[in-house]
């Protein structure tokens, strides 16, 4: 797509030179939150973090990164790293996932799209099955959606419909999916009160059966493919409610890893695996956990693991996963338009970019960065490492994860001075918040910072700016609070982890031996987020934003 008419050159900026070396560090999962126990930031041994926050005061503020400043619909939306690095990557906020199935079911769109008419064709005589996360966490997907979907499509003429679900404890409480199970059930009784057959089919855990992302560990959509297609699994039951309570009962069960089941009939037969002449809607909003699943559903030529058998199906996702690969080819609704990225501007005029971070987060500081777009603007101008994360373990076993590898592939692009923008994601603090393990978070904390100054080190050398900041809170708050803000407990007594992203603000720090002297961080800007990262680091490369993107941060006063 063309820029604003159509022409991509930035205006120099008046006051700032360019060609200076820039390294811009997301720490995922970064937080600002008030200081104690639960805090692993805080109690974390930080001193490069500290020393930014503590230093000059116009070079450290903080900015929101959840709710409409990332393009979600409402200030209790937390934010996550997909939108967080659109946000950060596009300078304008679109309105996101969530929102946007939100309009589509609202207006009734979503039934005149092309994605719901192709699955609508086989409506008459097969099965309409719709795979996702039972949540209302509203990250990945929400149940009031799902709950609208189901009675859309009855409407709409889904005669037989199979619900594959698969529990959160993420996002959401651990203990809440039997709940969330019971909700679905009563919309499914009155359904079938009007002659539609409907009714849970299999489930599993998030972490365990289907939501991998990454590539990180195909068997785990494996697991979802034998429940929802083959009708297998290793647990079997006559309802999801009691499915649930059951293996949630087993000794250190969660809803995030519960093991794959299948419901069956009186006869023991699977009441719902996908065969021939279905249809499949993958029914999450959010695209990382759900491509895999999409490519096992979509590809022909597939070899991550043995399908054993294939059915010819009509699959849409609720929205499309991955723009470039075209993934799936057809869906419910329509992606948001990100164009003219702040990446694709800069490889326009002349600044060339290195972008790293390990498996978990490579796709952020790439794909999610460029506006959902795989691969390279410019070869050229442009090269991207990704270095491999630890498979095979849960991240708070290995909390340092691969922090220091990325630092230094940082350092080593910043000292070769091939590049004026060096752009990284060190994952620990939302990879290991997301355990719920407080310890090992604290580890995790210190080794970003540790990373942090390595790369800062090599900015100081080459006489470069830095700018550190974040794309949501997740470490700087590891427990649920009650409406006092006080640690909430559980009905033994016990503080309740809490596991998910937060709604707080996260810190943006600039500097360097290389910013220009009288650069500061504008008074003007109270509730800027990270839309407005994007237009403040083109000016630190010497140029004026595009007039559309929400304003820069910084200004520079004469001395």
């Not at 929101?64 to 937390?78: F, K, N, S």
């Not at 993934?327 to 990225?341: F, G, K, S």
């Not at 592939?409 to 091939?418: E, G, P, V």
């Amino acid at each position: 797509m063309g820029s604003v008419g159509g022409s991509w050159k930035l205006a120099d900026h008046p006051k700032l030179p360019k060609g200076k070396v820039i390294a811009l560090i997301v720490l995922d999962g970064w937080g600002e939150a008030d200081a104690d126990q639960y805090n692993c930031i805080h109690v974390a041994e930080t001193p490069t973090m500290d020393s930014l926050k503590n230093g000059v005061p116009d070079k450290w503020r903080l900015v929101r990164a959840h709710g409409t400043a990332v393009g979600l619909p409402t200030e209790d939306d937390m934010g996550n790293s997909e939108v967080g690095h659109n946000a950060l990557g596009a300078g304008r906020i679109f309105a996101q996932g969530a929102k946007l199935v939100d309009a589509a079911l609202e207006s009734g769109k979503i039934y005149q799209g092309e994605g719901f008419k192709y699955i609508k064709e086989v409506f008459e005589t097969g099965t309409l099955h719709l795979i996702g996360l039972l949540s209302d966490g509203g990250v990945h997907s929400r149940l009031d959606q799902v709950q609208l979907l189901l009675k859309g499509a009855a409407e709409h003429g889904a005669k037989r419909i199979r619900l594959h679900v698969l529990t959160d404890g993420r996002d959401v409480l651990d203990g809440s999916s039997v709940a969330f199970a019971e909700t679905l059930e009563e919309d499914l009784a009155k359904l079938r009160e009007k002659g539609v057959d409907a009714q849970i089919a299999s489930g599993g855990g998030r972490m365990y059966v289907t939501m991998d992302r990454y590539e990180n560990d195909w068997s785990v959509v494996k697991r979802g493919w034998d429940a929802q297609v083959l009708g297998e699994a290793p647990y079997k039951f006559k309802n999801a409610v009691e499915a649930i309570k059951t293996l949630r009962a087993e000794p250190k069960a969660n809803d995030q890893y519960l093991p794959p089941f299948v419901i069956v009939d009186d006869s023991g037969k699977p009441v719902g695996p996908i065969v021939d002449g279905d249809a499949v809607v993958t029914f999450n909003f959010r695209a990382d956990r759900m491509v895999m699943a999409a490519k096992a559903f979509e590809y022909a030529d597939f070899d991550k693991f043995d399908r054993v058998r294939v059915p010819k199906i009509r699959y849409a996702g609720m929205l499309q996963y991955d723009g470039e690969l075209k993934l799936p080819n057809r869906y419910l609704v329509e992606p948001p338009e990100i164009d003219r990225t702040s990446g694709e501007y800069l490889t326009y005029n002349g600044v060339r970019t290195f972008a790293c971070s390990e498996t978990v987060k490579f796709g952020h500081v790439t794909f999610f960065w460029n506006g959902n777009r795989s691969g390279y603007f410019n070869p050229e101008m442009e090269e991207y490492v990704e270095i491999p994360s630890d498979s095979g373990i849960s991240f708070n076993v290995q909390p340092k994860m691969k922090a220091l590898e990325i630092a230094e592939k940082a350092r080593d692009a910043i000292l070769s001075k091939k590049f004026e923008q060096v752009r990284v994601n060190l994952p620990n603090g939302d990879m290991v918040g997301h355990t719920g393990d407080i310890e090992a978070t604290v580890v995790a904390c210190k080794a970003a910072d540790e990373a942090v100054k390595m790369i800062l080190d090599a900015v100081e050398q080459v006489g470069g700016i830095y700018v550190v900041t974040a794309d949501h809170g997740n470490a700087e708050d590891m427990v649920k609070r009650n409406k006092t803000g006080q640690p909430a407990l559980d009905k033994s007594g016990n503080i309740q982890i809490l596991t998910s992203h937060t709604l707080q603000p996260v810190p943006i720090a600039i500097g360097g031996p290389g910013l220009a002297p009288g650069v500061r961080f504008r008074k003007d800007l109270p509730s800027g987020g990270l839309a407005n990262v994007a237009a403040t680091m083109i000016n630190l490369h010497g140029f004026e934003a595009p007039a559309d993107y929400e304003p820069s941060l910084i200004e520079v006063v004469d001395n």
